[in-house]
């Protein structure tokens, strides 16, 4: 017996569906919420996706290999920023310290190395002392770490993260902003998806 037309139709939209890809649809207020105020972005051509973070944070520590592999392949029309939330004095210790190894060009050596040492050591790397001693093992002496931990450039650079924390409302990190609009949070591979999502979002509406 042969097939009938309506049959043959069903087999075909039914092989269509299961053949092309599925793009997920993520719900603003479960995956994602909307900022309070529209953040000014580093480069208003590009979509910006900035990540909040303290080094002490085990949710951080969890994100960090998706924000990794998630760079690698980071569109061409996508700016990146990471941001140390300086939310309380420990915290701020810890940002003084990021913005110190971006001053001596070593943060891309010491960013996941602190992670680690942190998480899986258990050494507790926060406040000035213990910092400067961390970096020593990347050719920074103390006093050159003191030095630049109190500088004008690196209490700039902390007020401004202060600034966005306190834009954004954060109350914890890890946070994802997406262009200034969006707030992403979480510590799973979910994480970057959304991100993904709210980037197609932000470039079709560049398009209008």
């Excluded at 500088?151 to 993260?161: G, I, Q, R, T, W």
């Amino acid at each position: 017996m042969r097939p009938s037309l309506v049959t043959l139709s069903s087999i075909g939209f039914s092989l269509l569906i299961f053949s092309s890809p599925v793009k997920a649809q993520f719900i603003e207020g479960r995956d994602y919420v909307r900022t309070a105020v529209v953040g000014k972005t580093v480069d208003p051509k590009k979509i910006e996706v900035r990540e909040f973070f303290w080094y002490g944070c085990g949710y951080c520590y969890r994100l960090e290999p998706h924000m990794q592999a998630w760079l690698k392949k980071m569109p061409a029309d996508v700016v990146f920023a990471r941001t140390p939330a300086p939310i309380n004095p420990v915290w701020e210790s810890n940002a003084r310290g990021y913005y110190v190894a971006e001053a001596l060009g070593i943060r891309q050596k010491t960013h996941l190395a602190l992670f680690h040492e942190i998480h899986v050591k258990g050494d507790k790397i926060f406040d000035q002392a213990s910092q400067a001693k961390f970096f020593t093992r990347y050719g920074v002496t103390e006093a050159d770490f003191n030095k630049h931990f109190q500088s004008f450039a690196v209490s700039s650079k902390v007020a401004e993260a202060k600034q966005l924390t306190m834009q954004y409302k954060l109350q914890g990190v890890p946070a994802v902003v997406v262009n200034g609009k969006y707030i992403v949070n979480g510590a799973d591979a979910k994480v970057t998806q959304v991100v993904d999502y709210l980037v197609e979002k932000e470039r079709q509406a560049l398009k209008n």
